[in-house]
């Protein structure tokens, strides 16, 4: 059998692979919104890599020209969607869907960017419900909502806040986007002001509408707004995703308000996924997170609501920015969902190989407050038994070898676990 050389085997490898390859990541990239497509396709070109490499190893060289084309065919393939993970990498919809709005758009018309839309017709059947709350929350003059949407006939010569409220949320369910966004638009104002979960349907709108970049553009050109509640959500739609936290942390607002800013941002798993990266700590991290982002927690729902009631008009569309749905009856948070798996991590190493059993303290220190560095003994020739007997101390507890050291802020996030943990164990 006549043996290729390396060139007969690169060009029509690279040549198949360039075409399909490019092919799948920009449609891997569009459908990012349904999940990790492109990571999906990497695994599977390194694994039928892996095959074909060990395949041409241990099979005699009369059949080894076949996997010889496969290993560089699944080398370029993983290369290829390689470089679309890294572009995909922190972005809602997509490289594309986030920076060319036409793709955007076309997300939009297969309805999966957010799945809202396939709901309008469920949405319609309780909107009486949702207006009706609405008559105790809105300011003088906003009464009888729900006798006016039970026609569900938008007013036809709206003039007051309370027309031009009724018709977005009429022209919205209906499916008529453009309608409900000019009639939010106009609400907003005559009243001058804004609510939590009314901007934040207004948002829904004009994403589903005209896309995520159209959102971003919307906050950015109007920097002549300083409502607290517009400032929020200005920085959480113009702020980079690594960075929301931070961004809110950061916003010289209502303590409320940042309260529930970063209790809402966090309200995505997304967010919680996208922190074990680059880190070898990885199931600890959310946990850790999760602690240092309690107190919001706990101060949105010990006093915060109430204090922001002023700004909510619907309690059951605001719980909804707040609460994962996992179903109909679940009022958790992800920061309190994380938090709670907490206990159960030190459980599993409460008792140690002797017998002996950990404080929770130390447990804590030791296993979640961790830092990414391991004890070592500073004798790089000790045996296992004697770098497994070496410790240090550190916060008043003993840390051996091979085991994680606690950061450096590990007390006070340990002060933070035991005053969130009291509040939710009486919650």
């Given at each position: 059998?006549?043996?290729?050389?390396?060139?007969?085997?690169?060009q029509p490898a690279?040549?198949?692979?360039?075409?399909?390859?490019?092919?799948?990541?920009?449609?891997?990239?569009?459908?990012?919104?349904?999940?990790?497509?492109?990571?999906?396709?990497?695994?599977?070109?390194?694994?039928?890599?892996?095959?074909?490499?060990?395949?041409?190893?241990?099979?005699?060289?009369?059949?080894?020209?076949?996997?010889?084309?496969?290993?560089?065919?699944?080398?370029?393939?993983?290369?290829?969607?390689?470089?679309?993970?890294?572009?995909?990498?922190?972005?809602?919809?997509?490289?594309?869907?986030?920076?060319?709005?036409?793709?955007?758009?076309?997300?939009?018309?297969?309805?999966?960017?957010?799945?809202?839309?396939?709901?309008?017709?469920?949405?319609?059947?309780?909107?009486?419900?949702?207006?009706?709350?609405?008559?105790?929350?809105?300011?003088?003059?906003?009464?009888?909502?729900?006798?006016?949407?039970?026609?569900?006939?938008?007013?036809?010569?709206?003039?007051?806040?309370?027309d031009y409220l009724?018709?977005?949320?009429?022209?919205?369910?209906?499916?008529?986007?453009?309608?409900?966004?000019?009639?939010?638009?106009?609400?907003?104002?005559?009243?001058?002001?804004?609510?939590?979960?009314?901007?934040?349907?207004?948002?829904?709108?004009?994403?589903?509408?005209?896309?995520?970049?159209?959102?971003?553009?919307?906050?950015?050109?109007?920097?002549?707004?300083?409502?607290?509640?517009?400032?929020?959500?200005?920085?959480?739609?113009?702020?980079?995703?690594?960075?929301?936290?931070?961004?809110?942390?950061?916003?010289?607002?209502?303590?409320?308000?940042?309260?529930?800013?970063?209790?809402?941002?966090?309200?995505?798993?997304?967010?919680?996924?996208?922190?074990?990266?680059?880190?070898?700590?990885?199931?600890?991290?959310?946990?850790t997170t999760a602690?240092?982002?309690?107190?919001?927690?706990?101060?949105?729902?010990?006093?915060?609501?109430?204090?922001?009631?002023?700004?909510?008009?619907?309690?059951?569309?605001?719980?909804?920015?707040?609460?994962?749905?996992?179903?109909?009856?679940?009022?958790?948070?992800?920061?309190?969902?994380?938090?709670?798996?907490?206990?159960?991590?030190?459980?599993?190493?409460?008792?140690?190989?002797?017998?002996?059993?950990?404080?929770?303290?130390?447990?804590?220190?030791?296993?979640?407050?961790?830092?990414?560095?391991?004890?070592?003994?500073?004798?790089?020739?000790?045996?296992?038994?004697?770098?497994?007997?070496?410790?240090?101390?550190?916060?008043?507890?003993?840390?051996?070898?091979?085991?994680?050291?606690?950061?450096?802020?590990?007390?006070?996030?340990?002060?933070?676990?035991?005053?969130?943990?009291?509040?939710?164990?009486?919650?």
């Amino acid at each position: 059998m006549e043996t290729k050389n390396f060139k007969q085997l690169l060009q029509p490898a690279a040549k198949f692979a360039g075409v399909l390859g490019t092919v799948g990541g920009f449609v891997g990239d569009v459908l990012s919104p349904l999940g990790p497509i492109l990571t999906y396709l990497l695994y599977l070109s390194i694994f039928l890599l892996i095959i074909s490499v060990v395949l041409l190893i241990l099979l005699p060289k009369s059949k080894k020209e076949l996997f010889k084309s496969a290993s560089l065919t699944s080398l370029f393939f993983a290369l290829i969607f390689g470089v679309f993970g890294q572009l995909n990498e922190d972005t809602d919809n997509g490289f594309m869907g986030d920076n060319l709005e036409f793709v955007s758009n076309f997300q939009n018309s297969l309805s999966i960017i957010d799945e809202k839309l396939d709901n309008i017709s469920d949405q319609i059947e309780v909107v009486d419900e949702k207006i009706t709350n609405m008559d105790e929350k809105l300011d003088a003059g906003f009464d009888n909502l729900s006798e006016l949407i039970k026609t569900s006939n938008p007013i036809k010569n709206p003039t007051t806040p309370k027309d031009y409220l009724v018709n977005a949320y009429l022209f919205r369910n209906g499916g008529d986007l453009n309608k409900s966004e000019n009639s939010f638009s106009r609400f907003f104002e005559i009243v001058g002001t804004y609510k939590i979960d009314v901007l934040a349907d207004f948002i829904e709108v004009m994403r589903n509408n005209k896309g995520k970049n159209f959102v971003k553009t919307y906050f950015e050109t109007r920097g002549d707004i300083d409502d607290e509640v517009f400032l929020l959500f200005k920085t959480i739609h113009t702020s980079k995703k690594s960075n929301l936290v931070r961004e809110i942390q950061s916003l010289t607002i209502d303590k409320n308000l940042i309260a529930f800013g970063i209790v809402h941002v966090t309200n995505d798993p997304d967010y919680w996924n996208n922190l074990y990266k680059g880190t070898n700590v990885s199931p600890m991290v959310a946990s850790t997170t999760a602690t240092e982002l309690s107190k919001y927690d706990v101060s949105l729902f010990s006093t915060g609501l109430d204090e922001l009631s002023h700004l909510i008009i619907n309690k059951e569309n605001f719980f909804k920015l707040i609460y994962y749905q996992t179903n109909s009856i679940s009022r958790k948070t992800y920061i309190r969902f994380y938090f709670d798996l907490i206990e159960d991590q030190m459980i599993a190493y409460e008792i140690n190989e002797d017998g002996s059993k950990n404080s929770r303290k130390k447990l804590f220190l030791g296993h979640i407050a961790i830092s990414n560095q391991i004890l070592k003994h500073p004798n790089k020739d000790a045996s296992y038994r004697e770098t497994k007997s070496y410790f240090i101390e550190k916060f008043g507890e003993k840390f051996y070898g091979y085991q994680y050291i606690p950061r450096d802020d590990a007390l006070s996030l340990w002060q933070t676990y035991e005053e969130s943990k009291k509040y939710y164990d009486n919650f």
